[in-house]
């Protein structure tokens, strides 16, 4: 008798919570927004929350899609070796780190440094002037990309150091933070650099959602283009055009920190073979050819076309983590706030997606990235000098902010901004400038308390 009652105790328990759990879920697909707001990648959305976050697959992938996506899963954080080996090998002869993961940790960012095993920065050089497409004029000798490590007896291209210096930004009602100004130089250069060479240093950013962002039909981020801001409202996107050297046509940038790349196979295999040394299908030659000490009996393997291409999927298919904070009613403010102050005019909330691809879950999506993919003139303390395609040297990509309030959990550590050099959201926005002065002067004449909200709504995305 006794374990009966126990029985119904449960069952009732059990029926409860589901029915909580249910009445929830229909709590959001009823709400005041006529959609699931949580969904922030449709139903490429993860409710993973934790330091997995960012690696999960969407949802409605086929079973041999799944197994593709495992197969990627694998490559990116294996480790490549120097000369031939039975899959993974390839690496160098120069090279920047040994596997997608050791740049991007758990599919998201690392640490601003250079060189280390873990060092997620990498550095695009150039000199004055453009290549046969349009894009930056790589340094005779060192090329478009620093490789500053190296296989066996070849030495790298030179090192980089960096320095921060200490700046205090004053709110108007007393409060202070401190910004770290980097600055970087090339140590060590294996042959002398000319004069006045451009210099850009960037981190590895998160790579989950982008098969959405690639899917976002041309037309729907034109929509947004306003070079010659016409409307007045002081905000200019404009978007970039890359050359693809696959296709071999300009298309429309989107990767990239100055939207500098037009697809994820050409972002992926671009990776492969200029931040590892992976030669490919789509770049067969290895970054050091024709310096002098290519050396062609060197050649080591090509990455075989198959791991290639899953190694895309993989990035295609990374799903968006969930919206969360809908219990908290600052972070709800926050949002409010967000759109006030004129964050939204770049940091767009919702796009849909275009039906292109194959891959069931990245057609047709509400999506919530939280950027226009256009290029916005942020000010010369954001400037790296150096352009990149149509991109200025003060222009850069809106960053997409979905995902970004997990960063901490996935990475156990914030660093924020192309080049890392932001330590958590706030300093970010407080490096905000030209296009986005406005937006950055309304977020200093918040209250205290109203600034913090708006940082609970980011932490929420
Ligand atoms: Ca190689
Ligand atoms: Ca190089
Ligand atoms: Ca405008």
């Known amino acids: ?26 709590a959001f697909e009823n709400s005041q927004y006529g959609y699931d707001p949580r969904l922030s990648g449709g139903m490429a959305t993860t409710f993973d929350n934790g330091k997995d976050a960012f690696g999960q697959g969407a949802d409605g992938l086929s079973a041999r899609q799944q197994e593709i996506f495992g197969k990627g899963d694998n ?16 690496l160098g002869p120069i090279y920047v780190n040994t596997s997608c993961g050791n740049c991007h940790h758990n599919e998201a960012k ?7 095993s873990n060092s997620s920065l990498l550095v695009r050089l150039s000199i004055l002037g453009e290549d046969g497409f349009g894009g930056p004029l790589g340094i005779p000798g060192f090329g478009t990309q620093l490789q500053n490590r190296a296989v066996t007896n070849v030495q790298p291209e030179g090192g980089v150091s960096i320095n921060y210096k200490d700046s205090v930004v004053n709110y108007p009602d007393g409060s202070t933070i401190t910004l770290h100004i980097p600055s970087y130089a090339i140590t060590n250069p294996y042959m002398s650099l000319p004069a006045n060479y451009m210099f850009s240093a960037r981190m590895a950013p998160m790579t ?4 959405l962002l690639e899917n976002i039909p041309e037309a729907t981020i034109l929509q947004r283009a306003d070079p010659n801001d016409a409307d007045g409202d002081g905000i200019s996107g404009r978007a970039n055009y890359v050359y693809d050297p696959y296709s071999k046509k300009t298309s429309i940038g989107r990767f990239g920190w100055k939207a500098n790349v037009p697809n994820l196979l050409v972002q992926v295999a671009s990776a492969a073979q200029q931040d590892m040394g992976v030669t490919n299908y789509v770049f067969p030659q290895e970054s050091s050819y024709g310096q002098t000490q290519y050396s062609a009996a060197a050649n080591d393997d090509k990455m075989v076309d198959s791991l290639l291409n899953y190694l895309v999927f993989y990035t295609q298919t990374l799903a968006v983590p969930a919206r969360r904070g809908f219990d908290d009613s600052a972070a709800l403010q926050g949002a409010t706030i967000f759109t006030q102050i004129k964050c939204t005019s770049c940091h767009i909330e919702t796009v849909q997606t275009g039906t292109n691809v194959t891959i069931a879950p990245l057609n047709n999506q509400r999506i919530h990235p939280y950027t226009d993919l256009l290029l916005h003139d942020m000010g010369s303390a954001l400037s790296d000098n150096r352009p990149d395609y149509l991109a200025s040297g003060n222009e850069w990509r809106t960053a997409p902010l979905w995902g970004i309030g997990l960063l901490g959990i996935v990475n156990g550590s914030t ?47």
């Not at 009966?4 to 449960?10: A, D, G, K, N």
């Not at 490559?75 to 390839?90: P, W």
């Not at 989950?208 to 098969?211: A, N, S, V, Y």
């Not at 400038?433 to 600034?451: C, H, I, T, V, W």
């Open 110 to 116: 690392g640490t601003p440094t250079v060189g280390g």
């Open 1 to 26: 008798m006794k374990k009966l009652w126990v029985l119904l105790v449960i069952v009732v328990l059990v029926f409860t919570f589901s029915m909580c759990h249910k009445a929830d879920n229909e």
């Open 208 to 211: 989950f959602g982008l098969g």
């Open 415 to 461: 660093y924020y901004l192309h080049d890392g050099r932001a330590r958590s959201a706030e300093e970010a926005i407080l490096w905000h400038g030209g296009e986005a002065a406005n937006a950055k002067s309304n977020f200093m004449n918040l209250s205290a308390q109203d600034r913090n909200k708006l940082l609970k709504f980011i932490a929420s995305l």
């Open 75 to 90: 490559l990116f954080s294996q480790t490549f070796v120097s000369g031939h080996a039975y899959i993974y090998g390839g």
